[in-house]
């Protein structure tokens, strides 16, 4: 299978909602249009350290998304990353997890970090 990891852009919403809205739901909330709306504004915004990535493999519609914050901390002189919300098809998983890891080398960050449930042992494998 051929597949991109690039940074997302706003050709990529309509299927980025698709995959944020599921993302939500597994974590037991319902979607809010308002946030919806305000988290992709913030990601196209670079003004705001908010990010996001896109997989894509044979061509298709993202199969995954990551959304990242890049953020300062008291523990090292170089930015940290948060991995906020990762969401990819069964199919590949390690599409958009290892992206992070290889833009960490590339920026320089101190650490990246993810949180997810503790029940999460698909995501917890990564």
Not at 35 to 49: C, G, N, V, Y
Not at 58 to 75: F, L, P, Q, R
Request: net charge neutral.
């Amino acid at each position: 299978m051929t597949h991109i990891v690039r940074r997302i852009s706003a050709r990529d919403e309509q299927r980025w909602r698709e995959l944020w809205d599921a993302y939500t739901r597994f974590y037991e909330r319902e979607p809010s249009e308002a946030i919806t709306r305000r988290t992709w504004a913030r990601i196209l915004d670079p003004s705001f350290p908010v990010h996001a990535i896109v997989a894509e493999e044979n061509g298709s519609d993202g199969v995954g998304i990551a959304n990242y914050i890049i953020h300062e901390n008291t523990s090292a002189l170089t930015p940290a990353c948060y991995l906020q919300t990762c969401l990819s098809s069964p199919i590949n998983p390690r599409r958009v997890s290892d992206w992070p890891i290889e833009e960490m080398k590339v920026e320089g960050w101190s650490r990246l970090y993810w949180n997810t449930k503790e029940n999460n042992y698909r995501a917890r494998g990564l």
